[in-house]
């Protein structure tokens, strides 16, 4: 078994949290995966489209109270308007890549939902949802999570949100499929549409959150 551990590109203090990656002897496959999930209960797992195994813990206070605060948005919108249903970061979506991935937020459209068969809802949820929100902390590398946008994008995704409050001015980035990515610096807020129609993030409460 060969593995490294993926830290932090800035310099962060020795109780900041990392991420274990490592190759297993054998391809883990859904089942594994949700085994080895209830062993090690508060982790948060990931399986990469090579068949890696990504280990990430609990995130710390600051950044599961702004984590929080974007699902609970989200959720708001989704159930006003029930075209799609919205899940949190603890839900696995198996892409068309043979992936397994864990947005820290995420919403897929009903007829899309619609179109799965019990099997493919019940367990991992195998599609890429259209919208992904990843929100990065000190254990994230920028490069890492904007890899893993684009790879969203790529397995259908047609809206993501890459929310970097570590960096100076803070930024969201704004991904599209077939386009250039977009960065906007501190906004106060930004919208879903076309998209997510009529939903609006305001980003105020996690730019102060971030400040602290």
Known sequence: MTQTL???THTAAESEPFVMKFKPLTHMDDDMIAEFSALNDGLRIERTAKGE???MPPTHGDTGSKNARINTRLGIWSEHNDIGDYYDSSTGFKLPNG???SPDASWVL???LDALTQEERSGY???CPDFVVEL???SDSISALQAKM???MDNGARLGWLIDTLSTPPRVHVY???TEVEILDEPTEISGAPELPGFVLNMTRIWEASLK
């Open 125 to 127: 949820i195998s599609l």
């Open 136 to 138: 990065r902390s000190t």
């Open 110 to 112: 009903k007829s899309r």
């Open 53 to 55: 195994i990504v280990l």
């Open 6 to 8: 993926a830290r932090p």
């Open 99 to 101: 992936a397994l991935r």
């Open 150 to 152: 684009q790879e969203y």
């Open 176 to 178: 599209r499929p077939g």
